[in-house]
């Protein structure tokens, strides 16, 4: 079973940043597109972000976008997501999740492997 761990969720004021990380464990993330996602109370999880298997491709969604930054460094097993400019309605629970495919999307159901989430709070 595929595992991740993410972290870098906390509290920030708007206009600040965070950065997140998912690193995965007992297994290679080489071969998985990698997707971020969140999911705000009362809310259906959307899509934020995505990145294919060799980084090459990347994807966001509309209202991330020229805010947020996805990058993966598979030598440590990792993908972040830089979040800058954060607005209290990226509150939300983050998850990473992974596909076998190397294509980039934002679909929930085209994601089989996903971590736990980790909780980012923008408030003053």
């Known amino acids: 079973q595929l595992q991740f761990v993410e972290s870098g969720g906390g509290l920030v004021q708007p206009g600040g940043s965070l950065r997140l990380s998912c690193a995965a464990s007992?297994?290679?993330?080489?071969?998985?597109?990698i997707g971020w996602f969140r999911q705000a109370p009362g809310k259906e999880r959307e899509g934020v972000s995505c990145?294919?298997?060799?980084?090459?491709?990347?994807n966001y969604a509309a209202s991330v976008k020229g805010r947020f930054t996805i990058s993966r460094d598979n030598a440590k097993n990792t993908v972040y997501l830089q979040m800058n400019s954060l607005k209290p309605e990226d509150t939300a629970i983050y998850y990473c999740a992974a596909r076998m495919s190397s294509l980039c999307v934002h679909g929930v159901n085209e994601y089989a492997y996903w971590g736990q989430g980790t909780q980012v709070t923008v408030s003053s």
């Open positions: 007992k297994f290679t993330l080489d071969y998985y597109t």
């Open positions: 990145i294919s298997r060799s980084g090459g491709s990347t």
